[in-house]
């Protein structure tokens, strides 16, 4: 009877254990645990389903330690193993996380396995059990975490849109594996290549536009006037996708893992329109395609290629896509940020290439920018500027009328138009011409104000010198009156000098002093004369004597040569006429003479040489004339200025109209006019040089002395 029970005990305890053991089985199928053991020494691999399916080992396979350590990925697998000898070595406890290996597809699975041995009394390993279990959804959300945190920080270092490119390219390449990688970015209508890496240049230069063109060139264009974009590229690009396609990912991301299969199973329909196929050419198998892009707003791609299949998978895609849209976000914050700084650039050019260039104020009236040319003309920053001194440039005559006007605009929004003259730096006051608008946002307040300041010197040199010259022929026409009244009397003196000059009683003396008389008022009538012949002077051309009009010139400042003691030397062998009119040749060289002797020291010297030459293609007869003086010289800066309107080395006493008058009739005459001068040593010194032809000018001359 004690037997009975004895057995019946031990049957029971037997049923619960196998119902324990099937129960903890059924656990651990559904947690996706599977258990394992191992007789020692090591040979055999006793598992559960879970287990070989787990390890990838087939049911029907024999799960041999050769063929479980074949399936450990090839660089986890020597870490693995000392795992296990150590926990069986030191009796301790064994936990190592792996990866394996699908030999049929390449898939990757992480597994973590536990488990302990247990030992004969003399402490001999006799078996190895423990479980193992997928943690392939841990480690790659804790590696896609590590990945996003590594990417944004790349993101967050960059310096702008190259560095940001080039920085996401080696990101991408190393992460992904891939041979090639590249990034596209809009540039005008098409998307090129803003850096690649890995790709062939003949590649990129074929790859490089997807725009559609015609035979002429042109961009071709779909209905509602967009381009058309070729390629798988094209299509991504352009929100062109189908997400119910296995090679569309719901972003619109394109991705395959063997472009041949793809492009045999798929039809135009499908995907083929307009498709290039050059990566399949070029034996790109795996290609991924992922769209940058900022809400609906697409404005290039990121785009892996690599001539082995299986690259990717819809988890490596769906992280790619997260990735490039940290990228696009912070590319387009760049290309934004550099789109604003080069129309400030180009703005600002533009307001550079205005006289004193462009202002801006706040809406109170406080500057808070003036074109740099402005800033370096009166010598202060831009600071300074919105400290409010530039109203102490000003000058003192204006301050009170500007600022009034200024507050006026200011508060009722009208427009800013005054002339008034600031203080240089170069110590000169500049005529302004300031105007200025408000800039109203789009309920009418004004945020801001804007104008021009417009450099008016050269207008306001203009209006002097028409004064002056209104002046100086209201003179001319004074004088002209004075020598016609003057010429009529001076004759009837001069006749009855010479009556009394042939008086026979007359004395020596009183004769001499007679002739005396007479050549002095020979004198005022050479000078009536010539005043007369200035202002009634023909603008009819006329055979003219060089010499002359040389003498001429010089007998009109004989005073102003004898009041420095100036020597004047005339080297004219030969007495040369011109087809010309006289009096303007008379201003020429008239202008010549004066800024000699305005060049000159007291005692200096001037010398005039009259020359023919051949000067045009044709070998024409000219005659040369130069002024040559031994005075202070031109320096090479100002030479270069010299017959511009209004320029003068000479300060407020001169017009600056003389040269450029000047020249302006030689180039009617179609002659030609120099100047070489020297400011240093001992040759110092300026010599001008005039080039008039002898025969009437023509069309063509004229044209050559201009060119």
């Not at 390449?106 to 059990?129: C, I, K, M, N």
């Not at 896509?321 to 760049?334: D, M, P, Q």
């Not at 440039?393 to 600022?403: A, F, G, S």
């Not at 010139?553 to 102003?560: G, M």
């Amino acid at each position: 009877m004690a037997g009975t029970d004895h057995e019946d005990s031990t049957g029971r305890t037997e049923r619960e254990l196998v119902k324990s053991r099937e129960r903890l089985c059924w656990v651990l199928e559904k947690t996706g645990v599977g258990m394992w053991s191992h007789e020692l020494p090591l040979y055999r691999l006793d598992s559960d389903a879970q287990t070989r399916r787990l390890l990838f080992i087939p049911a029907d396979a024999e799960a041999t330690v050769d063929l479980l350590w074949s399936r450990v990925h090839p660089d986890d697998r020597e870490k693995t193993q000392k795992a296990v000898e150590v926990a069986l070595r030191e009796h301790t406890f064994y936990e190592a996380e792996y990866r394996v290996v699908n030999p049929d597809n390449g898939e990757l699975r992480w597994v973590h396995s536990a488990g302990q041995a247990s030992y004969r009394a003399d402490g001999t390993p006799v078996r190895f059990e423990g479980v193992s279990y997928d943690i392939t959804a841990h480690k790659r959300a804790e590696e896609e975490r590590e990945t996003t945190i590594e990417f944004l920080g790349l993101v967050n270092r960059s310096q702008g849109t190259k560095d940001l490119v080039q920085r996401a390219i080696t990101f991408f390449q190393e992460r992904s594996g891939c041979e090639a990688v590249g990034i596209r970015l809009r540039e005008g209508e098409d998307f090129p290549y803003f850096e690649t890496r890995g790709f062939s240049k003949e590649f990129v230069v074929l790859e490089n536009k997807l725009c559609v063109r015609s035979d002429s060139g042109r961009v071709v264009r779909d209905d509602v006037g967009n381009p058309i974009l070729e390629c798988k590229c094209g299509s991504v690009i352009g929100g062109q996708f189908d997400p119910s396609k296995p090679f569309f990912t719901e972003q619109g991301c394109f991705w395959t893992n063997s472009t041949t299969e793809l492009i045999a199973s798929t039809t135009k329909s499908e995907g083929q329109a307009r498709a290039r196929n050059r990566c399949n050419r070029e034996g790109y198998e795996s290609v991924a395609l992922i769209p940058l892009h900022v809400g609906e707003e697409r404005f290039g791609l990121v785009q892996l290629n690599d001539r082995r299949k299986g690259r990717f998978s819809a988890e490596v895609i769906t992280l790619w896509e997260r990735l490039v849209g940290y990228l696009a976000t912070a590319l387009s914050k760049f290309l934004a940020d550099e789109a604003l700084r080069d129309s400030e650039r180009r703005y600002r050019a533009i307001g550079e290439l205005i006289d004193y260039g462009v202002w801006v104020c706040d809406p109170d009236g406080r500057n808070i920018y003036n074109s740099e040319s402005f800033l370096k003309m009166i010598g202060m920053t831009q600071q300074q500027c919105s400290d409010a001194s530039w109203q102490e440039m000003l000058h003192p005559d204006d301050v009170e009328r500007t600022m009034k006007a200024w507050e006026e605009c200011v508060r009722s929004g009208a427009s800013f138009d005054i002339e008034h003259r600031y203080h240089g730096a170069d110590g000169q006051w500049h005529p302004i011409l300031t105007r200025g608008v408000p800039v109203r946002d789009d309920q009418g307040k004004i945020i801001s104000w804007a104008g021009i300041n417009l450099d008016i010197s050269n207008r306001k040199r203009a209006e002097q010198a028409l004064l002056r010259s209104e002046k100086l022929a209201s003179a001319g026409r004074m004088a002209a009156t004075i020598a016609h009244e003057i010429n009529n009397p001076l004759e009837a003196v001069m006749n009855m000098l010479f009556i009394a000059r042939n008086d026979e009683h007359l004395s020596e003396t009183v004769r001499q002093f007679l002739e005396m008389a007479e050549a002095e008022l020979k004198r005022v009538a050479h000078i009536t004369r010539q005043s007369l012949g200035f202002y009634r002077e023909s603008n009819a051309t006329a055979p003219t004597s060089i010499n002359g009009v040389l003498e001429s010139a010089v007998d009109l400042l004989k005073s102003r040569a004898k009041a420095k003691r100036a020597v004047i030397r005339k080297q004219c062998d030969e007495d040369v006429q011109v087809i010309a009119m006289a009096g303007e040749l008379r201003q020429v060289f008239s202008n010549l003479l004066a800024n000699s002797l305005d060049a000159i020291e007291e005692r200096g010297t001037i010398v005039l040489r009259v020359s023919t030459c051949s000067a045009f293609k044709d070998g024409e007869r000219c005659v040369r004339v130069t002024v040559a003086d031994n005075g202070k010289g031109v320096g090479e800066s100002s030479r270069q200025h010299l017959f511009e309107p209004f320029f003068t080395t000479k300060g407020a006493i001169r017009t600056g109209l003389g040269l450029w008058v000047s020249k302006q009739i030689v180039d009617k005459h179609g002659g030609s006019i120099r100047i070489r001068s020297c400011s240093e040593g001992k040759h110092r010194g300026t010599v001008f040089s005039v080039v008039l032809p002898t025969q009437p000018v023509t069309d063509k001359h004229a044209d050559a002395a201009k060119a």
